[in-house]
């Protein structure tokens, strides 16, 4: 089966949830320039990936090679997405696909996109249709020539026959589209807006009139991708508009989180308006003893009187472990449960546990705190990453207890692109890098270069990851009062309200 599916307009969720559901099924992803390539990371990570986006006067493919490879790919029994911005149905071309599989005996199945003619004024606070404003509205492709001896366009009905007009990819064109649409009727006054790179941080908007929409672009620079919005509903921006007025709007925040628990973190942050650039610098695997100490303890996991966890990551692999030896939350018996903060605590009741013991402070230091009154004579499991901080067995042991520490897994470099981030760094693309374990500031460093840090603000999760940028010279700018990853989204909007604010 090939699937034609639409991407969106950019915001990467505004991929409907039929299209995730294929493409982390897909085979081969043939793609055109997509606003967020991260949607490609829905595909499984064996897919086959072929790019072909066009870009003016510069074709990766033309379209019959293109025809030509989705039928080649498509008869060899795989799952194929035909990935497009937008909607493979407005000016996607996706019709002329769909019939040449159609003509080769090939079945398919369109996906359809948000389209940018709806979505992109809508984040720009502009309705397409308002009651008592507009009642219509019509699409226009923008790159034909509306000069040209033969136009497909009816310039004379179109200039004044719906309320709002919505013309895409047309900044190159927009001189003689305005003036088309002046020279028959259209009131040279009307309310007119350029928006650029909608849907995205980097969202971009310019009011202003038909007869001076050419100029302004000019004047201002704006470059494409962008749409052109004809029409009275334009004047309802100064009510309507909520995207731009986040407070992380226009910021393009780096998150250097493993790849399995980045969402949440650029989530959050995409939630209050911020450009999420993710570069995973660490990546979990099996500890150097291949889980033999961990398999050890699990084995006499009754013997333990207390079993710490000191990260959500300790206790995913904990449970893969269990599960391998045939066990599951009964093995616990009798035995007490600390957690080192509240999202190990969140991660173990995923498994049905609820931790005896979450300290005020989510650090080694508190867990300490917390436990040392029950320290003496007790012994005690530490399931955590292979190379970690010792306060926490040395402070129990003197404190009396009996510890035994496991390691669940081990962290590893795993940053990708670095060459790529550090241009994006260097060119001044990039507002702010985020941290949130010690880990992902030594990978970082190690991939990147402190250096690359410098003129660039920076998060820390708490002060133990804070300690960690000191040390190889770099002035931290944000350090999260409450060490989790909602507490670290906080602090960044508070400094950026801050900054609003002197």
């Not at 047309?170 to 007119?192: H, M, Q, S, V």
Request: aromatic letters at 8%; charged letters at 25%; one cysteine or more.
């Amino acid at each position: 089966m090939v699937y034609l599916i639409g991407a969106g307009p950019g915001d990467a969720g505004l991929l409907t949830v039929k299209a995730r559901e294929i493409l982390e099924a897909a085979d081969v992803v043939i793609y055109d320039r997509l606003a967020d390539e991260k949607i490609l990371d829905y595909a499984p990570e064996a897919c086959e990936k072929i790019y072909v986006g066009k870009a003016a006067g510069r074709h990766t493919l033309r379209q019959n090679e293109i025809n030509s490879l989705l039928v080649e790919k498509g008869s060899a029994n795989k799952i194929v997405v035909r990935l497009k911005g937008g909607d493979p149905f407005v000016f996607g071309r996706g019709g002329e696909e769909a019939i040449h599989l159609r003509e080769n005996n090939l079945d398919f199945e369109i996906i359809s996109g948000v389209t940018s003619a709806v979505a992109v004024p809508a984040y720009a606070g502009i309705p397409v249709t308002h009651r008592g404003v507009a009642t219509s509205f019509a699409v226009v492709t923008g790159h034909e020539d509306p000069t040209k001896a033969e136009s497909s366009i009816r310039w004379e009905n179109l200039a004044t026959a719906v309320d709002t007009l919505i013309f895409l990819m047309g900044i190159a064109n927009l001189p003689k589209i305005t003036a088309k649409l002046i020279e028959f009727g259209r009131d040279k006054k009307t309310p007119a807006a350029i928006i650029r790179c909608g849907t995205k941080s980097a969202q971009e908007v310019l009011i202003t009139t038909l007869e001076n929409a050419a100029a302004d672009v000019e004047e201002n620079q704006i470059a494409p991708p962008a749409i052109f919005v004809v029409g009275e509903v334009v004047n309802l921006r100064e009510k309507l508009k909520w995207f731009d007025t986040k407070i992380l709007f226009g910021k393009r925040i780096l998150v250097t989180r493993t790849r399995a628990q980045v969402s949440k973190l650029s989530r959050q942050l995409e939630n209050f308006g911020a450009e999420v650039v993710e570069f995973p610098t660490i990546k979990i695997s099996a500890p150097s003893d291949n889980f033999k100490s961990l398999d050890a303890a699990i084995k006499n996991l009754r013997g333990f009187d207390w079993i710490t966890f000191t990260s959500a990551n300790g206790v995913e692999k904990f449970f893969e472990r269990l599960k391998i030896f045939g066990l599951d939350a009964r093995i616990f018996g009798g035995s007490k449960i600390a957690a080192i903060g509240s999202a190990t605590a969140e991660r173990l009741g995923n498994f049905g546990i609820v931790a005896d013991l979450i300290p005020e402070e989510f650090r080694a230091e508190g867990l300490v705190d917390a436990l040392k009154t029950q320290a003496a004579g007790k012994n005690f499991l530490l399931a955590r990453a292979e190379i970690a901080r010792d306060i926490l067995p040395a402070a129990l042991e003197k404190f009396g207890a009996h510890v035994t520490v496991a390691a669940a897994y081990k962290t590893q470099t795993a940053a990708e692109n670095s060459a790529a981030i550090k241009n994006q760094l260097d060119a001044g693309e990039i507002d702010m890098v985020t941290f949130t374990s010690s880990s992902t500031v030594e990978n970082f460093v190690a991939a990147v270069g402190a250096e690359s840090l410098q003129g660039v603000k920076t998060a820390a999760i708490g002060p133990i990851t804070a300690q960690a940028l000191k040390n190889f010279g770099v002035e931290i700018d944000v350090v999260a009062q409450k060490f989790t990853i909602a507490g670290l989204v906080d602090a960044i909007k508070n400094f950026y309200e801050g900054e609003e604010n002197v």
